[in-house]
């Protein structure tokens, strides 16, 4: 068939109006057409590269033209995500509603799922009495062979109806009472407090739609903010306990809109000051706006408008963002059992650039990520620029999702082992020099210095003065901790409470030492829980000090926001931990102590003072990741089987992997044979 032609359907689910050029597409059979398939509801989509917006909008045209060349395959994808380059226009105004074939195939497939024939119904009655009729039945509801069951109640009975016919059981109404309450999803579901049915209610109202989908959670929402600056925005830093939240309730659409709309973002061209930082880089946040419509007088559209961190203070790309995003997608298919999402091919291509934008190599000898300032959860000044633990515990995390996720084939082999190297590199250099403890701590105090031979103990040249005065006391005698940066004569011995957490939730750290960092926690609760949870980092930096490494940033005073101030949201991941050390006493100890006032105090960003009993001086109320934090902990501790979908467990392949092993040349000798690469006494 040579010809193309035209259907038109009025009863199909809303989709996207999209324009294909396909000059440079090896996949598609047709040429440059306009695709409109829609009904009276369907919103559009148009990709404004000018604007760097995503936008969709209401149009009128209903129906379908292909022109189809019989020389090709009929191509088969999912949800209109057509290819990735400027030259494709893509749209999706209702991510995750199914696969699409052609038209035809749409048409024939309606007819026969709407169709009122009783065949079906007369197969399924010749296998009642069969031990599996319960399966094949359920089976056949979901694929829309036969309609499901419809359950009501009334005074003392339930009826069973299928296709309008009712089965009526004697049935003890007592005993049914409040049953739709307590059961969702086939599940028996824990009765809410009070402080839970708040959060929740909370939660949903900070969701943000997009052409009639959610598509993410705004930072905070509060009513009486006046210049909520870009708290109004969607980051995906922020939104990952949202996310936990929802899927571990059983809600994945939100979560899937949100990994496919951040991803179509990935692949715009971002510029500051005439330059471009690399592919692959993810938006620290995204805002949905709504603007006139070009041409059209009184019409507006939706777009999708990101910053890449041109709008940010300091003007800081979001490093950790990718590396999030990763996680949550390896969460997602955990979670729901939806692998397809991330086996789809734009979804792979993703994964790929980021990692691509990680493991570039550069100047630097260390398999660590260098970064700056500012480019994680602590966005502000602070002296974590190097090689901060809190990006280094992100990166091996989302390198083993990756190496779990990804597709392998000839186009990805050399990546798969470039990952396999840093993964075992990454691993040794954490474990070995950013691990402080009692026994570890008297080594560098006899540091020797100016060591010139590959056999050196002390590798960075670390000066033994740079031990702080507060540390010998501080450190129980039975814990430790990873550092919070390591660089050539740099040691930073704050404790960063996000890096550490990680650190055991990713089996960065070895058994033992991930044992010794949450004894460190409870031997020094009040320092780091206090009267809120949890301390970003440990200690606050205080007056000289201070001055010159903050640069007297007013938001940062001592034991304020990211110095030393206290973060609720902490409290999932904080869990996650000690749900997997099998210590979840500790977990809920946490989140009773956070309860007693988080309601009260209007759900705070952060609180200030050494034991955190002041509200943030500048916190936001309602932050929706302090919500989110306390919610996801709450399911995790009720269901401590789903925190195996966000964990790891030591891989001790990796341990064997060693890039030096694989080097023909003799001129190198491998730091681990003279390195202990022990697990702490």
């Known amino acids: 068939m040579n010809t193309g032609g035209s259907i038109k359907v009025t009863t199909m689910k809303p989709y996207c109006r999209i324009l294909v050029n396909c000059k440079s597409s090896s996949i598609f059979s047709m040429s440059t057409h306009l695709v409109t398939i829609n009904n009276s509801s369907t919103t559009r989509f148009r990709l404004d590269h000018h604007r760097n917006r995503y936008a969709c909008n209401v149009p009128k045209i209903v129906g379908y033209r292909f022109k189809h060349d019989p020389n090709r395959k009929d191509f088969c994808g999912s949800d209109f995500n057509w290819g990735r380059n400027g030259r494709v226009i893509r749209g999706n105004c209702g991510v995750g509603i199914g696969r699409f074939r052609r038209v035809i195939a749409n048409v024939a497939s309606n007819l026969r799922n709407n169709s009122t024939s009783t065949?079906?119904?007369?197969?399924?009655?010749?296998?009642?009495?069969?031990?599996?009729?319960?399966?094949?039945?359920?089976?056949?509801?979901?694929?829309?062979?036969?309609?499901?069951?419809?359950?009501?109640?009334?005074?003392?009975?339930?009826?069973?109806?299928?296709?309008?016919?009712?089965?009526?059981?004697?049935?003890?109404?007592?005993a049914t009472k409040g049953l739709s309450d307590d059961i969702e999803g086939g599940n028996i579901k824990k009765k809410l407090s009070e402080i839970e049915e708040e959060a929740w209610k909370l939660l949903r109202s900070s969701i943000v739609n997009y052409c009639g989908n959610p598509v993410g959670t705004v930072a905070a929402n509060d009513p009486a903010d006046k210049q909520p600056l870009n708290y109004d925005q969607v980051f995906i830093r922020d939104f990952v306990p949202s996310a936990l939240a929802f899927l571990l309730n059983g809600e994945g659409e939100i979560v899937k809109n949100f990994l496919l709309h951040t991803l179509q973002l990935q692949s715009w061209e971002k510029t500051v000051d005439c330059y471009s930082p690399g592919q692959g880089l993810m938006p620290a946040s995204f805002k949905v706006r709504t603007v006139p419509l070009d041409g059209k007088e009184g019409a507006f559209e939706e777009v999708l408008d990101?910053?890449?961190?041109?709008?940010a203070i300091g003007r800081v790309a979001p490093v950790d963002s990718g590396l999030w995003w990763i996680i949550l997608l390896r969460a997602y298919g955990k979670i729901t059992g939806d692998y397809s999402l991330q086996e789809?091919?734009?979804?792979?291509?993703?994964?790929?650039?980021?990692?691509?934008?990680?493991?570039t190599k550069g100047f630097d000898m260390f398999p660590t990520l260098l970064v700056t300032d500012g480019s994680c959860m602590i966005d502000r000044r602070m002296g974590i620029h190097g090689h901060p633990l809190e990006i280094q515990a992100l990166f091996y995390s989302a390198l083993r999702c990756s190496r779990e996720m990804l597709i392998v084939n000839d186009g990805n082999k050399n990546l798969v082992a470039a990952i396999n190297n840093r993964l075992s590199a990454l691993s040794f250099h954490i474990r070995e020099y950013y691990w402080v403890d009692m026994k570890k701590l008297n080594e560098i105090y006899r540091y020797k210095t100016e060591e010139y031979s590959t056999d050196a103990t002390n590798k960075f040249n670390i000066y033994p003065e740079q031990i702080p005065s507060w540390l010998g006391d501080w450190i129980p005698e039975h814990g430790g901790y990873f550092m919070g940066n390591l660089q050539p004569a740099h040691m930073d011995f704050r404790f960063f409470t996000l890096g550490n957490l990680w650190s055991i939730i990713s089996s960065l750290g070895n058994y033992k030492q991930n044992e010794s960092i949450l004894n460190l926690i409870e031997a020094k609760w009040d320092d780091l829980l206090g009267d809120m949870p949890l301390k970003i980092c440990y200690p606050a930096l205080e007056l000289e000090e201070w001055r010159i490494i903050t640069g007297s940033d007013p938001k940062n005073t001592p034991w304020s926001y990211h110095n030393g101030g206290s973060w609720p949201t902490l409290l999932w991941q904080f869990t996650l931990a000690c749900i997997k050390m099998k210590r979840p006493e500790l977990a809920e100890k946490a989140i009773n102590l956070a309860e007693r006032r988080l309601s009260l105090d209007k759900w705070p960003e952060y609180y200030d003072t050494k034991k955190g009993r002041f509200i943030g001086k500048q916190a936001r109320l309602y932050q929706t990741w302090t919500i989110a934090g306390y919610l996801a902990s709450k399911k995790l501790l009720d269901n401590p089987e789903a925190a195996s979908s966000l964990i790891f467990e030591e891989d001790h392949e990796l341990l064997e992997i060693c890039v030096c092993a694989l080097n023909n040349g003799g001129n190198r000798k491998c730091s681990r044979g003279v390195s202990r690469f022990q697990s702490p006494t």
């Open 119 to 174: 065949s079906s119904f007369s197969s399924v009655d010749s296998h009642v009495n069969e031990p599996s009729f319960e399966t094949l039945f359920i089976q056949g509801a979901l694929n829309g062979n036969v309609k499901p069951f419809v359950v009501r109640e009334r005074e003392n009975e339930v009826l069973l109806g299928l296709n309008g016919q009712e089965s009526m059981v004697d049935v003890d109404k007592d």
């Open 306 to 311: 990101p910053d890449f961190g041109e709008s």
């Open 344 to 359: 789809r091919v734009d979804v792979q291509t993703g994964v790929r650039l980021i990692l691509n934008l990680c493991l």
